[in-house]
């Protein structure tokens, strides 16, 4: 089936430092989220991107969507303890259910 | 806050009894779906419902069943549970295909 490929697996940073997730599919997607699970809870929705080539910021976080819309980015910058757990990205071609990619596991160290 | 509940939220039980575990969400959604996930692991979409009397098996193959009678209920039963079931179990919905999913808090079951 259709499947979203996510990288890096783990991420280890030092606090301040910044992060990175990225997300492809080699199928173009109608639509990309992102959600963000805390250790212990469930995965809970940060942000939506659908325009070809869209750029979504919340705070220190910074979200992309590929012109192609194949691919997606979400970078953090000056990483925070509480940035601490697993990011999900999701998506799907149009008619097609969305899955979730595998996740990055982002550690912080102070 | 989203209004999706899901109880137990802690299950142990021995290998081959019948379990089910409830789903239920206040927002009317039309869209309600469970995943399997291991601690901080991968999402395994393994039944999803449309809508009241529809339900669709997801990617992985848990033995297990769903129904949905009512829209704001998706109850999955696991017939026969084993050890290989242990894990946590997220229900979520959402308000249309693209919409963004609410996840309820988790159900996390341990076969003995």
């Known amino acids: 089936g259709q499947q979203v490929m996510q990288i890096p697996q783990y991420q280890h940073v030092q606090e301040g430092e910044d992060f990175t997730t990225y997300c492809n599919s080699s199928?173009?997607?109608?639509?990309i989220q992102w959600y963000k699970q805390r250790p212990g809870g469930h995965p809970v929705f940060l942000i939506q991107?659908?325009?070809?080539?869209e750029v979504k910021k919340q705070k220190r976080l910074t979200f992309q969507f590929g012109e192609a819309k194949k691919n997606s980015s979400l970078h953090i910058t000056a990483t925070q303890t509480t940035d601490v757990g697993t990011y999900f990205c999701?998506?799907?071609?149009?008619?097609?259910?969305?899955?979730f990619g595998a996740g990055t596991r982002l550690t912080v160290k102070p | 806050e989203a209004d999706i509940y899901q109880t137990p939220r802690y299950l142990v039980i021995g290998t081959g009894k019948k379990i089910t575990l409830e789903c239920s969400q206040t927002?009317?959604?039309?869209?309600m779906y469970w995943y399997q996930q291991d601690p901080g692991m991968e999402l395994h979409l393994i039944h999803y419902?449309?809508?009241?009397?529809?339900?669709e098996k997801g990617d992985l193959s848990s033995e297990s069943t769903v129904s949905r009678i009512r829209t704001e209920h998706f109850p999955l039963t696991l017939e026969s549970a084993r050890p290989s079931h242990t894990s946590q179990y997220l229900c979520?919905?959402?308000?249309?295909?693209?919409?963004?999913?609410?996840f309820g808090n988790g159900t996390r079951l341990t076969v003995t």
């Open positions: 927002m009317g959604h039309d869209k």
């Open positions: 199928t173009t997607l109608s639509n």
């Open positions: 979520a919905s959402s308000d249309g295909d693209r919409a963004p999913l609410h």
């Open positions: 991107l659908v325009k070809s080539g």
């Open positions: 419902s449309y809508g009241v009397n529809s339900t």
């Open positions: 999701a998506g799907g071609p149009l008619n097609n259910d969305m899955r």
